[in-house]
């Protein structure tokens, strides 16, 4: 199904995976070659395209949308198997972090549109900046101890405005 939905709904794919299917193909393609996927058991290893979509399924679902449980049904293995799995790719992706994350050139064009986008939507005062000017957060593990309600988002989470 999943490469059903790869080819011909790219839109159910993103919903699941919370990725493109060409951003997949170059994750995978980033990961392929990692060692943590040579097995030397006698019980092979899921195919990486698996594995990677295990984790990508459960990396992008947050809180109580998702369990163990629920991945390894979806993935039709076992939830020890969903572990592994997971692990697995977490040390490749950890091992290929500089590939991953990285700030754009300041020359770039990326930085020009998003500077562009910047200006045209928000403050003067932001111009020339290019960073998180779209409201986005990051999720914090549990409510703050100190005014921990004034944490909580549209969304039903706690998190932290990176403006």
């Not at 059903?4 to 839109?11: G, S």
């Not at 097995?39 to 947050?62: D, E, M, R, T, V």
């Not at 300041?106 to 020339?128: I, R």
Request: charged share 20%; hydrophobic share 35%; net charge negative.
């Amino acid at each position: 199904m999943l490469i059903h939905h790869k080819e011909h709904r790219p839109h159910l794919f993103r919903q699941k995976l919370r990725v493109s299917p060409e951003i997949f193909n170059d994750i995978l393609d980033y990961i392929s070659d990692h060692p943590i996927f040579q097995s030397k058991s006698n019980n092979p290893q899921l195919p990486i395209s698996i594995q990677l979509a295990i984790f990508l399924n459960q990396a992008g679902h947050y809180g109580n949308t998702i369990t163990l449980e629920d991945v390894a049904q979806w993935a039709g293995v076992s939830v020890g198997s969903m572990v592994n799995c997971t692990n697995r790719v977490m040390i490749a992706v950890l091992d290929a972090h500089d590939q991953f994350i990285c700030f754009p050139a300041a020359n770039s064009e990326d930085v020009d549109l998003a500077c562009k986008f910047a200006e045209s939507c928000t403050c003067p005062e932001w111009k020339g900046g290019f960073l998180a000017i779209d409201g986005s957060t990051m999720n914090l593990f549990t409510k703050p101890g100190y005014y921990g309600e004034t944490f909580y988002d549209r969304k039903s989470r706690y998190s932290l405005g990176c403006q």
